[in-house]
Protein backbone atom coordinates (compact mmCIF):
# COMPACT_ATOMS: atom_id res chain seq x y z
CA UNK A 1 0.00 0.00 0.00
CA UNK A 2 3.03 2.77 0.88
CA UNK A 3 6.44 2.60 -1.05
CA UNK A 4 9.29 4.79 -0.60
CA UNK A 5 12.06 4.59 -3.48
CA UNK A 6 15.02 6.76 -2.69
CA UNK A 7 16.93 8.58 -5.87
CA UNK A 8 19.68 10.57 -6.42
CA UNK A 9 23.27 8.12 -5.79
CA UNK A 10 26.04 7.93 -7.69
CA UNK A 11 30.10 8.36 -7.86
CA UNK A 12 31.22 11.18 -6.11
CA UNK A 13 34.83 12.36 -5.56
CA UNK A 14 35.90 13.12 -2.46
CA UNK A 15 35.01 16.75 -0.52
CA UNK A 16 32.12 16.35 -3.39
CA UNK A 17 28.28 16.46 -2.50
CA UNK A 18 25.51 14.72 -3.28
CA UNK A 19 22.12 14.87 -2.56
CA UNK A 20 18.98 12.12 -2.00
CA UNK A 21 15.73 11.88 -2.10
CA UNK A 22 13.14 9.54 -0.53
CA UNK A 23 9.54 9.87 -1.78
CA UNK A 24 6.85 8.36 0.08
CA UNK A 25 3.38 6.68 -2.65
CA UNK A 26 0.33 4.84 -1.85
CA UNK A 27 -2.65 4.80 0.44
CA UNK A 28 -0.96 7.58 3.17
CA UNK A 29 -2.50 9.34 5.79
CA UNK A 30 0.26 10.97 7.34
CA UNK A 31 4.31 9.79 7.84
CA UNK A 32 5.63 10.09 11.43
CA UNK A 33 9.00 9.35 11.91
CA UNK A 34 11.53 9.30 9.00
CA UNK A 35 14.78 7.89 8.49
CA UNK A 36 18.53 7.62 6.55
CA UNK A 37 20.11 4.21 7.01
CA UNK A 38 23.10 3.31 5.23
CA UNK A 39 25.25 -0.38 4.57
CA UNK A 40 28.13 -0.62 3.20
CA UNK A 41 30.03 -3.47 1.52
CA UNK A 42 30.38 -6.33 4.37
CA UNK A 43 28.78 -3.96 6.83
CA UNK A 44 25.77 -4.12 8.95
CA UNK A 45 23.00 -0.99 8.57
CA UNK A 46 23.84 1.26 10.39
CA UNK A 47 21.36 4.70 11.14
CA UNK A 48 22.52 7.78 9.43
CA UNK A 49 19.95 10.24 11.36
CA UNK A 50 16.11 10.86 12.10
CA UNK A 51 13.52 13.97 11.74
CA UNK A 52 10.55 13.60 13.06
CA UNK A 53 7.06 14.90 11.95
CA UNK A 54 7.99 18.49 12.31
CA UNK A 55 11.43 18.65 10.99
CA UNK A 56 13.56 17.87 14.06
CA UNK A 57 16.91 16.55 13.26
CA UNK A 58 19.25 14.28 15.08
CA UNK A 59 22.79 12.49 13.27
CA UNK A 60 25.10 10.11 14.09
CA UNK A 61 28.60 11.93 15.08
CA UNK A 62 30.65 10.61 11.78
CA UNK A 63 28.13 12.63 9.42
CA UNK A 64 26.95 15.53 11.98
CA UNK A 65 28.00 18.61 10.36
CA UNK A 66 28.56 17.23 6.76
CA UNK A 67 24.71 15.68 6.20
CA UNK A 68 21.57 17.68 6.31
CA UNK A 69 18.53 15.62 6.59
CA UNK A 70 15.05 17.98 5.68
CA UNK A 71 11.46 16.69 4.44
CA UNK A 72 8.31 18.35 2.59
CA UNK A 73 5.87 17.09 3.89
CA UNK A 74 3.40 18.01 1.41
CA UNK A 75 5.37 16.30 -1.28
CA UNK A 76 5.80 13.01 1.10
CA UNK A 77 9.39 13.48 0.71
CA UNK A 78 12.41 13.59 2.56
CA UNK A 79 15.95 14.25 1.55
CA UNK A 80 19.59 13.95 2.67
CA UNK A 81 22.19 16.46 1.64
CA UNK A 82 25.87 15.13 1.61
CA UNK A 83 28.18 17.61 2.01
CA UNK A 84 32.14 17.27 2.45
CA UNK A 85 31.79 13.07 1.41
CA UNK A 86 34.69 10.58 2.38
CA UNK A 87 35.38 7.20 1.00
CA UNK A 88 33.96 6.17 4.51
CA UNK A 89 30.35 7.18 3.16
CA UNK A 90 30.38 4.87 0.54
CA UNK A 91 27.24 2.88 1.02
CA UNK A 92 23.74 2.11 0.00
CA UNK A 93 21.91 4.43 1.33
CA UNK A 94 17.88 3.46 2.71
CA UNK A 95 15.22 5.50 3.82
CA UNK A 96 12.73 4.36 6.14
CA UNK A 97 9.39 5.75 7.45
CA UNK A 98 6.80 5.28 9.77
CA UNK A 99 3.47 5.73 7.78
CA UNK A 100 -0.10 5.79 8.66
CA UNK A 101 -1.77 4.18 6.05
CA UNK A 102 -5.84 3.78 4.81
CA UNK A 103 -7.73 1.03 6.58
CA UNK A 104 -4.83 0.34 9.27
CA UNK A 105 -4.94 1.54 13.04
CA UNK A 106 -1.20 1.11 13.40
CA UNK A 107 1.49 2.91 11.37
CA UNK A 108 3.46 0.70 9.28
CA UNK A 109 7.29 0.74 9.13
CA UNK A 110 8.44 0.84 5.56
CA UNK A 111 11.71 0.89 3.63
CA UNK A 112 12.69 2.15 0.37
CA UNK A 113 14.77 -0.20 -1.85
CA UNK A 114 18.15 2.13 -1.44
CA UNK A 115 20.33 4.38 -3.56
CA UNK A 116 24.22 3.36 -3.89
CA UNK A 117 26.74 6.21 -2.72
CA UNK A 118 30.16 5.66 -4.41
CA UNK A 119 33.10 8.43 -3.13
CA UNK A 120 35.88 7.27 -4.58
CA UNK A 121 38.61 9.49 -6.50
Known amino acids: QVQLVESGGGLVQPGGSLRLSCVAS????????MRWHRQAPGKQRELVGTISSRGVTTYIDSVKGRFTISRDNTKNTMYLRMNSLEPEDTAVYYCYADVLVLGSSTSREVWGQGTLVTVSA
Open 26 to 33: GNIVSIDG
